[in-house]
């Protein structure tokens, strides 16, 4: 098992997902999120005034998938979420140790 954190431009996160359930992921959890980087942020105009604002809004989906699962995911999702610009943003792989799920 392996989770990936996929992090990306808010308007390609539709895209994403629907290329997530096209190779058969069937959970996630999806969050909006902001985030700093090579990008530096923006100016932005509020009432007449300009000011910068350094963090850009973005979209962490997170998936637990299988190890086969994750390598189709890590192959697909950066070619839907390409853009071509700065921010187009990262998918994150790390391995899970799995056990019995606790019953409450």
């Known amino acids: ?7 990306v431009k808010p308007f390609r996160a539709e895209a994403v997902l629907r290329a997530i359930a096209d190779l058969g992921v069937t959970a996630c959890s999806v969050r ?10 923006y100016l932005d105009r ?3 005034s300009e000011y910068s604002t350094a963090y850009l809004p973005k979209v962490e989906i997170t998936v637990w998938a299988t190890d086969e699962q994750a390598t189709a995911l890590n192959e697909t ?3 839907v979420a390409r853009t071509g610009r700065i921010g187009d943003g990262k998918v994150f792989v790390v391995p899970l140790a799995w056990s019995e799920p606790l019953m409450f």
Do not use: N, S
């Open 46 to 48: 509020y009432r007449g």
């Open 1 to 7: 098992m392996k989770q990936l954190t996929i992090v």
């Open 32 to 41: 909006e999120a902001k985030g700093y980087g090579r990008q530096k942020g």
């Open 77 to 79: 999702v950066p070619k």
